[in-house]
């Protein structure tokens, strides 16, 4: 069975490519009048979005070649416990459904620098904007691209990672240019190859599993995973130990341990980084938020906890296939493989039959395009209504931002391209998943404590969140790069670790504190700094939300459909604790 992708491949895939763009083309022309004359339904597709139809465009834009390639590489690296991630963003999600999202929609929020222009000043609002433009063009479009490119050309068998980029960009760039209803509803679609051809991928590689280390003719699924359980029960860990050594050498298991452990530091990581890792992305973000705040809130919300609901059966797609190249590389029925975490869903997928292969290619190239479109129209949306029309042209018509927004997200697609071309950021070297979680963070700290205390803390004054989003930042990179060299390794506060990597073949000796530990100390310094300012001026800041606890009553549909995430959440936690 070849690895790479035969004729039967190429036929699915097509067949996916012109089922997209048909009806994205299609749902194009029924809005062709409005696409060009008013910007809120460009940015937003205002009011025109179902349920569903939100829910499906969260996960999609959410789930891409991070996931897919990162998150699956991580599964490889470390096991079930990055299932963290997916799962404690299904209750951040009913967190963002009950509180966030009625205060966004009562105050006739469109984007999050319009936020914090409403709730703070001009000041804030406009160093926001440059910088979640930089995350987005620089962090988060450069690592989907080169990730997911990088996946696709290990299936063409190599030499075709550039030419992929630009075709991957072109096929976002159709879409995108559509505005946000053609991205939204070209979404459910995405999300439903995604979906199919994820859950295939997986079932497969379960039946491979069954059949290379349990010797069975005709692989089981259900076999395949029990074999996954036996061979691996370390992966199955949700909760990772602290390690005891701290000082290791290469090819020691402790060094390994400790690699885990910097990554997801176990319980602790739940008491710090991981909640505002999750609560940021879902409810401070425009890129995800912005699906929702075209809607009324009964649809907003009902779409916000549909995605919550799939939320919890997503790393059985982009985490499972790691664990099962994990078992079948340690029993050498991985030929070619290198052991390089990011490698693994790609060397899974080669076992894949003709034509299921193609299903796969698809859904991971969904994933990708998706979330590229996605993100670029937040690109277009921050840049087109928060900077040109309120800094460089305030009288600019409808049809001139529609056109500024095409333009900008032109501009940031060739950006992000001239930065992936040769990986000049060092994606590979870091580990897709890491990267992007690891370099959010420096500004999620600031960010997340700015938009807290600016919903639900009257007294939060804008001097406290100019200090708050810069001093968040400052104090990120502080802890990651100076502290363990002014405090030590061992504080109350911390404890850093020492491991060796090795990298382009040089054996490199790291000391670091956890990144998600980071985050939770920068986070609580920050808040208590705004608080102490904002202590110093009014009671009740002028420009402060007035909050309305009708706006927070849940019907009882909502109700149930929260509690069944809960409940199987809870299933998850007791079973993989």
């Keep these: 069975m070849s690895k790479y992708l035969g004729t039967a491949d190429y036929i699915v895939f097509f067949v996916y490519f012109i089922i997209v763009a048909s009806y994205g083309y299609w749902v194009y022309l029924r809005k062709k009048k409005a696409t060009v004359t008013a910007s809120h339904d460009y940015f937003l597709a205002e009011g025109s979005l179902s349920w569903w139809a939100i829910g499906a465009s969260l996960i999609a834009s959410n789930i891409s070649a991070e996931q897919f390639i990162g998150m699956s590489g991580e599964g490889f690296f470390v096991g079930v416990a990055v299932a963290a991630y997916e799962w404690i963003a299904a209750v951040a999600l009913i967190i963002i459904a009950i509180w966030f999202i009625p205060i966004y929609l009562k105050n006739k929020i469109y984007t ?3 936020f914090l222009e409403t709730r703070y000043n001009k000041s804030v609002s406009l160093i926001m904007a440059v910088f979640w433009l930089f995350l987005y063009v620089i962090v988060n479009l450069t690592s989907i691209l080169y990730l997911g490119a990088l996946a696709i050309d290990a299936l063409l068998g190599g030499g075709y990672l550039h030419t992929i980029m630009v075709i991957l960009l072109i096929m976002a760039l159709l879409i995108g240019l559509g505005g946000m209803k053609v991205i939204g509803y070209t979404d459910v679609i995405q999300v439903a190859v995604l979906i199919i051809g994820g859950f295939a991928t997986v079932y497969m590689a379960l039946q491979i599993v ?6 069975a003719a005709t ?17 199955f860990k949700l909760i990772l130990d602290k390690p005891k050594v701290t000082t290791t050498t290469l090819n020691m298991p402790e060094n390994l341990d400790v690699q885990k452990y910097v990554v997801l530091p176990g319980l602790a990581m739940y008491f710090a980084g991981q909640w505002i890792v999750n609560l940021n992305y879902w409810g401070c973000n425009q890129y995800i938020t912005q699906r929702a705040l075209g809607a009324d809130l009964k649809t907003a919300r009902t779409g916000i906890l549909f995605a919550g609901f799939l939320k919890l059966f997503m ?4 985490m499972l296939p790691g664990i099962a190249a994990y078992v079948l590389y340690t ?13 693994a869903y790609s060397a899974i997928l080669g076992f894949l039959p003709v034509g299921l292969k193609g299903l796969a290619v698809a859904a991971l190239t969904a994933a990708i395009v998706a979330s590229l ?35 900008a997200i032109i501009v940031a697609m060739l950006v992000a391209l001239a930065f992936t071309w040769t990986d000049v950021l060092g994606i590979s070297g870091e580990g897709g998943f890491t990267f992007i979680q690891k370099y959010t963070g420096f500004i999620s700290p600031g960010v997340f404590a700015m938009f807290l205390l600016g919903m639900f803390w009257k007294r939060t004054t804008g001097t406290a969140a100019l200090v708050g989003v810069i001093l968040g930042f400052v104090l990120a990179i502080f802890f990651n790069s100076y502290a363990v060299d002014i405090f030590g390794k061992e504080t109350w506060m ?18 670091e504190i956890p990144f998600l530990i980071n985050m939770g100390w920068s986070f609580v310094i920050t808040v208590i700094v705004m608080v102490l300012i904002s202590l110093a001026g009014p009671k009740v800041n002028p420009k402060a939300f007035v909050i309305d606890r009708s706006m927070f009553k849940l019907d009882p549909r909502t109700i149930v459909l929260i509690v069944i995430i809960l409940l199987l959440l809870s299933a998850l936690y007791v079973r993989f604790w």
């Design 331 to 343: 029993k050498g029925e991985l030929p070619g493989f290198n052991g390089v975490k990011d490698s």
């Design 210 to 215: 069954d059949q290379r280390v349990n010797g």
């Design 219 to 235: 692989g089981s699924a259900i076999a395949g995973f029990k074999a996954l359980l036996n061979e691996a029960p370390q992966h």
């Design 112 to 114: 999050m620098p319009q």
């Design 373 to 407: 479109a996605g993100k670029v129209n937040s690109i277009s949306t921050i840049y087109t209504l928060d900077i040109y029309k309120k800094y460089l042209k305030k009288d600019a018509t409808e049809l001139q931002l529609v056109r500024t927004g095409r333009w």
């Design 315 to 318: 790393p059985v797609i982009v």
């Design 494 to 511: 911390y404890t850093a670790f020492t491991y060796e990597k090795m990298e382009n073949g040089v054996v490199h000796t790291i000391t």
